[in-house]
Protein backbone atom coordinates (compact mmCIF):
# COMPACT_ATOMS: atom_id res chain seq x y z
CA UNK A 1 0.00 0.00 0.00
CA UNK A 2 1.28 3.43 -1.01
CA UNK A 3 1.81 5.72 2.11
CA UNK A 4 -0.37 8.23 0.58
CA UNK A 5 -3.14 5.65 0.89
CA UNK A 6 -1.94 4.95 3.84
CA UNK A 7 -2.46 8.57 5.08
CA UNK A 8 -5.65 9.09 3.65
CA UNK A 9 -6.75 6.20 6.14
CA UNK A 10 -5.72 7.14 9.00
CA UNK A 11 -7.08 10.53 8.51
CA UNK A 12 -10.50 9.11 7.32
CA UNK A 13 -10.22 6.76 10.50
CA UNK A 14 -9.05 9.54 13.01
CA UNK A 15 -11.73 11.87 11.55
CA UNK A 16 -14.33 9.12 12.97
CA UNK A 17 -13.26 8.94 15.92
CA UNK A 18 -13.50 12.62 16.66
CA UNK A 19 -17.30 12.87 15.32
CA UNK A 20 -17.88 10.02 17.63
CA UNK A 21 -18.66 11.12 21.50
CA UNK A 22 -16.04 9.12 23.92
CA UNK A 23 -17.92 7.10 25.96
CA UNK A 24 -16.07 9.30 29.22
CA UNK A 25 -18.20 12.19 27.60
CA UNK A 26 -21.31 9.79 28.54
CA UNK A 27 -23.39 10.53 31.80
CA UNK A 28 -23.40 7.90 33.52
CA UNK A 29 -27.05 7.74 34.04
CA UNK A 30 -27.14 7.06 30.14
CA UNK A 31 -24.57 4.69 30.01
CA UNK A 32 -26.54 1.94 28.97
CA UNK A 33 -27.58 0.13 25.51
CA UNK A 34 -31.26 -1.43 24.76
CA UNK A 35 -32.20 -3.42 22.28
CA UNK A 36 -34.94 -1.73 20.04
CA UNK A 37 -38.47 -2.65 19.84
CA UNK A 38 -38.96 -3.19 16.30
CA UNK A 39 -35.91 -4.93 15.45
CA UNK A 40 -33.64 -5.35 18.36
CA UNK A 41 -30.79 -3.43 17.34
CA UNK A 42 -28.63 -2.28 20.41
CA UNK A 43 -29.42 1.52 20.91
CA UNK A 44 -27.11 3.42 23.33
CA UNK A 45 -28.86 5.78 25.36
CA UNK A 46 -25.57 8.10 25.41
CA UNK A 47 -27.04 9.02 21.59
CA UNK A 48 -29.40 11.45 23.66
CA UNK A 49 -26.68 13.01 25.74
CA UNK A 50 -27.27 17.08 25.56
CA UNK A 51 -31.12 16.43 25.01
CA UNK A 52 -34.05 16.30 27.56
CA UNK A 53 -35.51 12.59 27.80
CA UNK A 54 -38.96 11.87 28.43
CA UNK A 55 -38.77 8.10 29.73
CA UNK A 56 -41.67 6.39 30.04
CA UNK A 57 -42.69 3.11 31.22
CA UNK A 58 -45.47 1.76 28.72
CA UNK A 59 -48.18 -1.18 28.69
CA UNK A 60 -50.44 -1.91 25.69
CA UNK A 61 -53.70 -3.50 28.06
CA UNK A 62 -53.64 -0.43 30.40
CA UNK A 63 -56.56 2.08 31.52
CA UNK A 64 -53.11 4.66 30.71
CA UNK A 65 -52.68 3.29 27.05
CA UNK A 66 -53.88 6.29 25.48
CA UNK A 67 -51.44 8.42 26.74
CA UNK A 68 -49.63 6.82 23.62
CA UNK A 69 -51.30 9.81 21.72
CA UNK A 70 -50.02 12.20 23.85
CA UNK A 71 -46.82 11.18 23.96
CA UNK A 72 -46.59 11.29 20.33
CA UNK A 73 -48.03 14.50 19.95
CA UNK A 74 -45.48 16.05 22.95
CA UNK A 75 -42.65 14.10 21.10
CA UNK A 76 -43.20 15.62 17.47
CA UNK A 77 -43.79 19.13 18.67
CA UNK A 78 -41.15 19.12 20.77
CA UNK A 79 -38.20 17.10 19.43
CA UNK A 80 -37.14 19.95 16.89
CA UNK A 81 -36.14 21.94 20.11
CA UNK A 82 -34.17 18.90 21.94
CA UNK A 83 -36.86 16.40 23.28
CA UNK A 84 -36.40 12.92 22.96
CA UNK A 85 -39.71 10.55 24.54
CA UNK A 86 -38.35 7.04 24.96
CA UNK A 87 -41.01 4.26 25.69
CA UNK A 88 -39.96 0.75 27.81
CA UNK A 89 -42.82 -1.76 27.40
CA UNK A 90 -43.03 -3.50 30.64
CA UNK A 91 -45.02 -6.88 31.68
CA UNK A 92 -44.55 -5.88 35.11
CA UNK A 93 -47.27 -4.07 36.64
CA UNK A 94 -50.66 -6.01 36.22
CA UNK A 95 -49.55 -8.37 33.42
CA UNK A 96 -50.65 -5.56 30.57
CA UNK A 97 -47.81 -6.37 28.42
CA UNK A 98 -48.29 -9.64 27.66
CA UNK A 99 -47.09 -9.30 23.95
CA UNK A 100 -43.68 -10.14 21.92
CA UNK A 101 -41.75 -7.11 21.86
CA UNK A 102 -42.97 -7.70 17.33
CA UNK A 103 -46.01 -7.19 18.41
CA UNK A 104 -46.00 -4.09 20.57
CA UNK A 105 -44.09 -2.81 17.91
CA UNK A 106 -47.12 -3.18 15.46
CA UNK A 107 -49.66 -2.38 18.24
CA UNK A 108 -47.96 1.26 18.81
CA UNK A 109 -47.04 1.40 15.19
CA UNK A 110 -50.81 0.88 14.05
CA UNK A 111 -52.80 2.44 16.47
CA UNK A 112 -51.48 5.24 17.53
CA UNK A 113 -48.56 6.17 14.79
CA UNK A 114 -45.69 5.69 17.02
CA UNK A 115 -42.72 7.42 16.01
CA UNK A 116 -40.71 7.47 19.53
CA UNK A 117 -37.89 5.74 19.93
CA UNK A 118 -39.40 2.54 21.47
CA UNK A 119 -36.99 -0.06 23.55
CA UNK A 120 -37.39 -3.71 23.88
CA UNK A 121 -39.74 -5.07 26.92
CA UNK A 122 -37.83 -4.31 29.76
CA UNK A 123 -37.79 -5.47 33.70
CA UNK A 124 -39.25 -2.31 35.48
CA UNK A 125 -39.91 -3.59 39.27
CA UNK A 126 -38.44 -5.56 41.96
CA UNK A 127 -36.47 -7.53 42.14
CA UNK A 128 -35.46 -7.97 38.28
CA UNK A 129 -35.13 -3.72 38.00
CA UNK A 130 -33.02 -2.50 35.02
CA UNK A 131 -30.27 -0.90 36.28
CA UNK A 132 -31.06 1.75 34.14
CA UNK A 133 -34.06 2.30 36.25
CA UNK A 134 -32.40 1.77 39.75
CA UNK A 135 -30.46 4.83 38.83
CA UNK A 136 -34.03 6.82 37.66
CA UNK A 137 -35.43 5.81 41.18
CA UNK A 138 -32.16 6.83 42.96
CA UNK A 139 -32.09 10.42 41.30
CA UNK A 140 -35.49 11.11 41.81
CA UNK A 141 -36.58 9.03 44.82
CA UNK A 142 -39.54 7.80 43.05
CA UNK A 143 -40.29 4.35 41.97
CA UNK A 144 -42.83 3.31 38.94
CA UNK A 145 -46.30 2.03 40.79
CA UNK A 146 -47.94 1.47 37.48
CA UNK A 147 -47.64 1.86 33.53
CA UNK A 148 -47.07 4.79 32.14
CA UNK A 149 -44.89 6.80 35.09
CA UNK A 150 -42.89 9.36 33.54
CA UNK A 151 -39.11 10.23 34.52
CA UNK A 152 -37.83 13.43 33.17
CA UNK A 153 -34.11 13.96 32.72
CA UNK A 154 -32.35 17.47 32.11
CA UNK A 155 -29.71 17.70 29.74
CA UNK A 156 -26.92 17.38 31.51
CA UNK A 157 -28.34 13.91 32.43
CA UNK A 158 -27.65 14.77 36.02
CA UNK A 159 -30.82 15.46 37.34
CA UNK A 160 -34.43 13.79 36.76
CA UNK A 161 -38.14 14.30 38.00
CA UNK A 162 -40.80 11.89 38.69
CA UNK A 163 -44.28 11.93 37.01
CA UNK A 164 -47.05 9.52 38.33
CA UNK A 165 -49.10 7.88 35.85
CA UNK A 166 -52.00 9.42 36.24
CA UNK A 167 -49.52 13.19 34.67
CA UNK A 168 -50.76 13.22 31.14
CA UNK A 169 -48.05 13.70 29.01
CA UNK A 170 -49.63 17.23 27.25
CA UNK A 171 -50.35 18.39 31.28
CA UNK A 172 -49.52 21.74 32.03
CA UNK A 173 -47.36 20.44 34.79
CA UNK A 174 -45.38 18.29 32.21
CA UNK A 175 -45.79 21.17 29.37
CA UNK A 176 -44.02 23.33 31.60
CA UNK A 177 -41.41 21.43 33.34
CA UNK A 178 -40.05 20.13 29.70
CA UNK A 179 -40.25 23.79 28.24
CA UNK A 180 -38.18 25.31 31.18
CA UNK A 181 -35.63 22.22 30.60
CA UNK A 182 -35.61 22.74 26.81
CA UNK A 183 -34.95 26.20 27.62
CA UNK A 184 -31.47 25.71 29.98
CA UNK A 185 -28.07 25.01 27.87
CA UNK A 186 -25.77 22.58 28.90
Known amino acids: MSIRKTIGIICIATGLLVALPAAADCPPLLNHSFPR ?3 GVAQPLCQYQGKVILVVNTASKCGYTGQYESLESVY ?3 KGGGLVVVGFPSNDFGDQEPGSNREIADFCRLTYGVRFPMMAKTDIASPKTHAFYKKLIALSGTSPQWNFHKYLIDRSGSRVESYASRIEPDSRQLIGRIESL ?5
Do not use: F, H
Open 76 to 78: DKY
Open 182 to 186: LAERP
Open 37 to 39: LQD
